[in-house]
């Protein structure tokens, strides 16, 4: 009789074992399966969002007369809004060709995008053939989780 309960015992033993790395697993796993690639979506979207930034006059102008010291253009942020979802923040910066090493945002956005995967496309929008003054006009997009 004795032997019968420790041959009970071990297979009670096993049973748990395999449950305890079975759900070790399942918790790897799902984490793993949770975090999908959005990288080339947001690029395409880039993209598009320059592109049409630099064959529109309208916004070619508005990237070209901003300030070399000022980086901000209102008329590009808001028509980059109205073409990115709202599950994403952004940040479009217009900086002197240049001194493009200097086209970075400030402190706030690197406290806001902390532990977030940032995505940065830039364009170049040469001046006209009368006023030659290139910008690199930056689009900066992460999560807005």
């Not at 009789?1 to 697993?25: F, P, Q, Y």
């Not at 808001?78 to 217009?94: N, Q, R, T, Y």
Request: charged letters at 25%; aromatic letters at 8%; a negative charge.
């Amino acid at each position: 009789m004795m032997k019968n309960k420790r041959g009970w015992l071990r297979i009670l033993e096993a049973t748990i074992a395999i449950m305890l790395v079975s759900g070790v697993l399942l918790v790897m796993y799902s984490r793993s399966v949770d975090k999908v690639d959005i990288s080339e979506r947001v690029y395409s979207l880039q993209r598009e969002v320059l592109m049409d930034i630099a064959l529109d006059s309208e916004l070619r102008q508005a990237a070209l007369v901003v300030a070399d010291d000022e980086m901000d253009s209102s008329v590009l942020n808001v028509f980059a809004g109205e073409k990115i979802p709202d599950a994403f923040e952004f940040l479009v910066l217009v900086c002197p060709l240049v001194q493009s090493n200097s086209c970075n945002p400030g402190v706030d956005y690197v406290t806001e995008t902390r532990d977030k995967d940032v995505y940065v496309e830039d364009i170049v929008i040469a001046g006209t053939h009368d006023q030659y003054v290139p910008k690199k006009v930056r689009l900066f997009v992460w999560d807005a989780d």
